[in-house]
């Protein structure tokens, strides 16, 4: 079942003066900040009062990416992510990712396509105890 937007990610050039300006010119604060193995830097910027949903921001450091400045992705947080991930191959729809893969702290994602080609992904948090 989908529960919620979880977050919207982005492509910046650099990762420094994107959470400047979300955090100084938008009143947003970070959340958090990694690197991932790959190379790939997250920062993680939600406001305030509303901590439900996040921004997202995906960079490589100084030499960006092909789509640096638009919308990467739109999330949605999901209880089942096997089961939403089945439920899309039975509807025909066209799949990034086969089977969840674990990012972060045992987060689990999957990227599937909508009928435009916009990228989607389905986020199942990790369990925390």
């Known amino acids: 079942?989908?529960?919620?937007?979880?977050?919207?990610g982005v492509m910046v050039k650099d990762m420094d003066v994107?959470?400047?300006f979300y955090t100084e010119v938008l009143g947003m604060r970070l959340v958090q900040r990694?690197?991932?193995?790959?190379?790939?830097?997250?920062?993680f910027l939600s406001f305030p009062d509303s901590e439900h949903v996040q921004i997202e921001l995906i960079g490589?450091?100084?030499?960006?990416?092909?789509?640096?400045?638009?919308?990467?992705h739109i999330a949605f947080t999901v209880s089942d992510i096997q089961s939403e991930i089945d439920r899309l191959k039975s509807l025909g729809v066209k799949l990034m990712d086969e089977t969840p893969r674990t990012i972060l702290e045992?987060?689990?994602i999957a990227f599937f396509f909508g009928p435009d080609g916009e990228r989607l992904?389905?986020?199942?948090?990790?369990?925390h105890s």
């Open 34 to 43: 990694t690197a991932l193995k790959d190379g790939v830097e997250l920062g």
């Open 1 to 8: 079942m989908i529960r919620k937007l979880e977050h919207i």
């Open 60 to 72: 490589r450091g100084h030499d960006g990416l092909p789509d640096n400045g638009i919308v990467h």
């Open 18 to 20: 994107s959470i400047d």
């Open 121 to 127: 992904e389905f986020f199942q948090p990790a369990a």
């Open 106 to 108: 045992g987060d689990l």
